[in-house]
């Protein structure tokens, strides 16, 4: 570090409050990063989940958290019946992931 930069960094006398404030600056800064970059896009996220399973009709084409694929059958309250070939299941209507086609089209070109 060049001695410019040192001294510049350097406290300056009487200002004994100076440094609780750059403390206060940079408690809310990291507050504010995870606010930005955590917090935030859960929330985010929790609330396309919730649209996404209150816009569940029978016939969609779901995925389930364990990664079975089957059209919805039956949905009562929390429950939801899927079909998956010749099973039916019954599965948390939150552990539903991914509701329409589960294999996107492939793209062509």
Do not use: C, W
């Not at 930069?5 to 409050?17: E, K, R």
């Not at 429950?79 to 089209?105: D, F, K, L, M, Y």
């Amino acid at each position: 570090m060049s001695p410019a930069l040192l001294f510049a960094m350097a406290p300056t006398p009487g200002s004994g409050s100076g440094g609780f404030t750059v403390l206060i600056l940079q408690v809310l800064a990291i507050g504010l990063v995870f606010y930005f970059l955590i917090i935030r896009p859960q929330g985010q996220a929790r609330k396309q989940h919730e649209r996404l399973l209150a816009g569940l009709k029978k016939g969609d084409e779901v995925v389930t958290g364990g990664g079975l694929i089957g059209k919805v059958r039956d949905i009562k309250d929390d429950r939801v019946t899927v079909e998956s070939g010749s099973a039916t299941v019954v599965v948390e209507r939150a552990r539903i992931v991914r509701v329409g086609q589960a294999n996107p089209p492939a793209q062509t070109g």
